[in-house]
T-cell receptor, first 114, second 112 residues
Framework: AQTVTQSQPEMSVQEAETVTLSCTYD???????LFWYKQPPSRQMILVIR??????QNATENRFSVNFQKAAKSFSLKISDSQLGDTAMYFC???????????FGTGTRLQVTL | DSGVTQTPKHLITATGQRVTLRCSPR?????VYWYQQSLDQGLQFLIQ???????AKGNILERFSAQQFPDLHSELNLSSLELGDSALYFC???????????FGSGTRLTVV
């Protein structure tokens, strides 16, 4: 079974600064996908970024980028130029290529301050 | 609007009662997933349906059941409700490409 670990329950960053959220996972699968979801106070689950395990290049979506270290089973999210609207809970998630369900970490609560 | 519609948005009911949560997936998506999110916790997978058939089951209680209808909408039935069933219930859908799931806005269930 796959596990996803987010070791930072809470983090804080000042507006315009950069912050990195950590995620590690454990799997014996060779084909899988990794995701970061954002859950703002509205509780909506919003896909931020995804990474295919077979791709060596790190995914980037505007101010959001990942550092995917396959051998270390690490998948961190970097948020550049943080904005107040980035305040949310962030969940790391894993999907095995042969499985059907997303496995989520416990989340990191990010607070962006002035 | 994500394209996944969940109703109702809020539901308050008493212990021992039964409720039905409804989900309409994004157009073209055949898979529907149900997740439970208790207060300040992660999302726990309950069950998946694909084109009307049960595909995978997580830690879903026997008091809970689900189905997916021919028009692909899905319903999650929760019975003999307990206080601990109070949670946010999400429905998500996916298509043939692995782009992650699209989530609905959730149903907030409060059992009193």
């Amino acid at each position: 079974a796959q596990t996803v670990t987010q070791s930072q329950p809470e983090m804080s960053v000042q507006e315009a600064e950069t912050v990195t959220l950590s995620c590690t996972y454990d799997t014996s699968e060779s084909n899988y996908y990794l995701f970061w979801y954002k859950q703002p106070p509205s509780r909506q689950m919003i896909l931020v970024i995804r990474q295919e395990a077979y791709k060596q290049q790190n995914a980037t979506e505007n101010r959001f980028s990942v550092n995917f270290q396959k051998a270390a089973k690490s998948f961190s999210l970097k948020i550049s130029d943080s904005q107040l609207g980035d305040t949310a809970m962030y969940f790391c998630a894993f999907l095995a290529g042969t499985a059907s369900k997303l496995t989520f970490g416990t989340g990191t609560r990010l607070q962006v301050t002035l | 609007d994500s394209g996944v519609t969940q109703t109702p948005k809020h539901l308050i009911t008493a212990t021992g009662q039964r409720v039905t949560l409804r989900c309409s997936p994004r157009s073209g998506d055949l898979s529907v997933y149900w997740y439970q999110q208790s207060l300040d916790q992660g999302l726990q997978f309950l069950i998946q349906y694909y084109n009307g058939e049960e595909r995978a089951k997580g830690n879903i209680l026997e008091r809970f059941s689900a189905q997916q209808f021919p028009d692909l909408h899905s319903e999650l039935n929760l019975s003999s409700l307990e206080l601990g069933d109070s949670a946010l219930y999400f429905c998500a859908s996916s298509g043939t490409d692995i782009y992650g799931y699209t989530f609905g806005s959730g149903t907030r269930l409060t059992v009193v």
